[in-house]
């Protein structure tokens, strides 16, 4: 099941966010989105989502539309910056919340708190979370549908490296099980170490997709590819 | 979703603090009413004491704006509809869930009026007159308020996904807005604005204004009213960007 984004254009207003940008993100793969700030990355993950209405073109997950999904998080697993949660609320409650509204067995909210490290944090109200800890909250509820896509915004935001290593390992490990994994960052030496597939776009405008070692598969080659593509080199 | 919406209110302290606020209101309004020399033989007093049951509808309309203009606050909502992209069912839901909640607050609400009073009246040597269906239709006008008013705090928090800006528009109006268009109005007209209509449905005439409703029409009214805010915070909900 992939991530197929088709000829998209978004508009705000008089200001275009994302123009006829196309580009596959394969299954079993790990796939960086990449671009400066303001690029159209979190755009594009918006209108995927159905958060956001794309003024022309499509976004489609395994073939439909998000809306369309029957159980869209148990296909689909997003993670966006602006998500937020209720200070005053605990952490296995706000995953409770969200496993009612999907349709997920309530013995995954454990399992996924278990799985990014917050068993031990799943009692304590989200207001004394760190950012990384919020983050690892996040992915958990990305993870509760066990799906089979997930799109990621910035998931290395606020972790420490050991906590950015253990990340690595896990997207590397859910590709590894076939699924679909995108991630949007500007952190090229992340993604240099974890993607397969980049996806590179600029001021609303697709420069590049294709696999990571075709614009080179170390830090300093993908940054210097990025700096070029991205015209911050003119 | 209806069960997603009640672990959301009942995982959190703040709604029940909000909620309890009510019955409070409640006890130091008949309180007050008798400490400034309510006289408790007068059927009119009677009925006055009881209608302080309708005060909790301010507390359930600010409920209702944040079941919405919260989630916007907390940047939760961006949660909920990757749970439900169909956004109609998520206000629905909110709708049902604020809805009973908001009812049951005035049900708690009506319950302490009725108490309150009849300790003041024992404790006076007035006779409480709980015969009358008078008693049950200002009990019941109080629970009934609290109910629409629920739904159009849900419904004002659609529109106005700004929560100090939702409850700021609402209380501005109930403090001032409607006096002063209900005055540009004319009472003839002014009966008809949403907070002299629940006046007339809850009995408080907190503005001390003679020309109301009769209180089963001041009742179509606010729910005719509650019935525009749900419905307009549906069709726009389904219509926005979610940035």
Redesign the interface.
Known sequence: MELEVRELTKEFGPVTAVRDVSFTAPAGQVTGLLGPNGSGKTTTLRVALGLVRASSGAALIGGVPYQSLARPRRTVGAMLEATGFHPGRRARDHLRVLAAAAGVPGRRVDEVLGQVGLAEAAGRRVRGFSLGMRQRLGLAAALLGDPRVLLLDEPANGLDPAGIAWLRGLLREQAGQGRTVVVASHVLGEVAQTADHVVIISAGRLRFTGPLREIGGTSSALESAFLKLTGALA | ?I??EF??IT????PWLLLAAGPLIVVAGVTGLIQSGGNVHDPAVQRQALAHAGLAALLTLIFGIVAVA?EYR???I?????????RGRVITAKLAVYGLVGAAAGLVSSAVALAVTAVWWAAKGGSLQLSGTDTWLTLGGGLAACFAFSIIGVGLGALIRNLAGAVAVALAWIALIEGIVGQLAGSGLARWLPFYASEALDRTNIGGTTRLLPQWAGGLVLLGYAAVFAGAAVAITL?R???
Do not use: A
Request: aromatic share 4%.
């Open positions: 979703m069960r997603s672990r959301k995982s959190i302290r703040s919260g907390h940047g939760s961006t949660d909920t509809y990757l749970s439900c992209p169909d219509r960007d979610v940035t």
